[in-house]
């Protein structure tokens, strides 16, 4: 999307590439390029010449074409999470798509799951946000930050000077010294999201119900302004030229 021309581009590749499972589950931005995390691995796509060099789908001992939830960039190593546990390479090998470039950890490494959702750097180590916890990287093994038990964490995220860690309708805090804090109440919705509002707040993508702001100890919510339904029932234009549509409440409209 270009902002000045209000104009998009498509990149049409992945769609049009023979890949069974074609989503994209996210980005991750160094200089000029672009890793785009997917169904299938992750593709290295390059800025100044609008294209894709190449994709790594294979790491290590995992199956191939497995899907990255989630991908960092992080003391000269590439990391990412996958539904079969983490791995990384050193970002200076030239071929990284070849299997062998690739360390691997599963629980047998001591994640609380291999099913990892989510990767920040914080604090000078790995953290990574599994379906059975939230695990730190050690001097020889992953360990379990036991104050989140063994709850599923969905996304990380650093705001100003701490982790923040969200699960499925929770969100808590991770200080450098280690110590963790409950953010706001619990919400009665699935969390899809969390990131930074620009001004060191947090903000949450928030499933069916916008995005939440913390103001204090509460959740804010903000809706998109428009329809609440993708299914409309009907549609008049009345005589000022105004369109009206009439969408219902559910996915049903």
């Given at each position: ?226 329809p609440a339904s993708n299914l ?22």
């Amino acid at each position: 999307y270009d902002p000045a021309k209000q104009t998009w581009q498509y990149i049409q590749d992945v769609l049009l590439s023979d890949k069974t499972r074609k989503g994209i589950t996210g980005f991750y931005q160094l200089g000029d390029s672009i890793y785009v995390n997917s169904d299938f691995g992750v593709s290295l796509f390059l800025r100044s010449r609008f294209e894709f060099r190449e994709t790594y789908s294979k790491f290590g001992s995992f199956p191939s074409s497995i899907r990255v939830n989630s991908l960092t960039i992080a003391g000269g190593r590439i990391w990412v999470a996958t539904s079969s546990g983490v791995a990384s390479a050193d970002l200076k090998n030239l071929n990284l798509s070849a299997p062998t470039a690739w360390t691997t950890a599963t629980v047998a490494d001591g994640l609380p799951s291999s099913r990892a959702n989510a990767l920040a750097y914080f604090n000078g180590t790995i953290y990574v946000g599994t379906d059975a916890g939230l695990a730190r990287l050690g001097q020889s093994s992953w360990q379990l930050v036991a104050a989140l038990g063994a709850r599923q964490i969905t996304r990380l995220a650093l705001i100003g000077s701490r982790l923040y860690v969200a699960g499925t309708t929770e969100v808590y805090s991770v200080g450098i010294d280690g110590g963790v804090t409950s953010v706001g109440p619990n919400l009665l919705a699935t969390i899809n999201d969390i990131a930074n509002d620009g001004s060191g707040n947090v903000v949450l993508g928030v499933d069916k119900n916008g995005l939440a702001f913390l103001r204090g100890s509460a959740w804010s919510f903000k809706f998109p302004n428009g329809p609440a339904s993708n299914l409309f029932i009907s549609l008049k234009v009345d005589t000022a030229g105004v369109l009206w549509a009439a969408s219902g409440i559910n996915d049903r409209g």
